[in-house]
């Protein structure tokens, strides 16, 4: 069992759709999560990090830990045709483990 | 500035060639990073620049070489590589190694190796 585990998709939702992308993990140890938007054939682009559990949100993203299920998620409202991308989920276990583990990353689609 | 910039954002070379890499930031992180990335993969690791000194060499073939001149600066050399190294090369930073470790990516280099 990987300790990142990520749907590929793709998911494809109709403009205006609520979008939920989730990841699952193994290590009880992390407690440092991060949301990377990644268009293609271009760097990831830091969208969100949370620490431990609870909900952050930053415009029409909203990321969710749930530390007891081991599960985390991001949220888009009012998806855009913009917003088609790659995401990849990455967690950490600082202070000792500051290196990231990653998802392997969702392909969304947004249809006009 | 809170970007991480990188050069060349493409690259050709042969596999008796020998190039460089190079990645800027200017938001005084302590921690600097160097990925791999094959298409529809997630960024996989190769080394990590803490305070300058190298902290984390993750079993990468001496044909690639990173450098840290200063603080802003990461280089990664390449020399005599193979075609299978073609790839997407990032650069990263982070604040620091604790707590507040998000990372920060560049746009990335494309490699072909020929």
């Known amino acids: 069992q990987k300790e990142v585990e990520q749907d590929p998709g793709p998911l494809s939702v109709p403009e205006g759709a609520i979008v939920s992308l989730n990841c699952t993990y193994s290590n009880s140890a992390f407690q440092y999560f991060m949301w990377y938007r990644q268009y293609s054939r271009k760097g990831p682009e830091l969208l969100m990090y949370?620490?431990?559990?609870g909900n952050k949100e930053d415009g029409r993203f909203t990321a969710q830990v749930d530390k007891s299920s081991k599960y985390i998620s991001l949220f888009i409202r009012d998806s855009q045709p913009s917003d088609s991308a790659t995401y990849l989920c990455?967690?950490?276990?600082?202070?000792?483990?500051?290196?990231?583990?990653f998802g392997r990353g969702t392909s969304l689609i947004v249809h006009p | 500035d809170t970007e991480v910039t990188q050069t060349p954002k493409h690259l050709v070379m042969g596999m008796t060639n020998k190039k460089s890499l190079k990645c800027e930031q200017h938001?005084?992180?302590?921690?600097m990073y160097w990925y791999k990335q094959k298409a529809k993969k997630p960024p996989e690791l190769m080394f990590v620049?803490?305070?300058?000194?190298?902290?984390i060499n993750e079993s990468v073939p001496s044909r690639f070489s990173p450098e840290c001149p200063n603080s802003s600066l990461l280089n990664l050399h390449l020399h005599a590589l193979q075609p299978e190294d073609s790839a997407l090369y990032l650069c990263?930073?982070?604040?620091?190694?604790?707590?507040?470790?998000?990372?920060?990516f560049g746009p990335g280099t494309r490699l072909t190796v020929l």
């Open positions: 938001m005084g992180h302590r921690a």
């Open positions: 949370t620490y431990s559990s």
């Open positions: 990455a967690m950490s276990a600082p202070p000792g483990s500051y290196i990231p583990t």
């Open positions: 990263a930073s982070s604040p620091g190694t604790g707590f507040h470790n998000e990372q920060f």
């Open positions: 620049y803490s305070y300058e000194k190298l902290s």
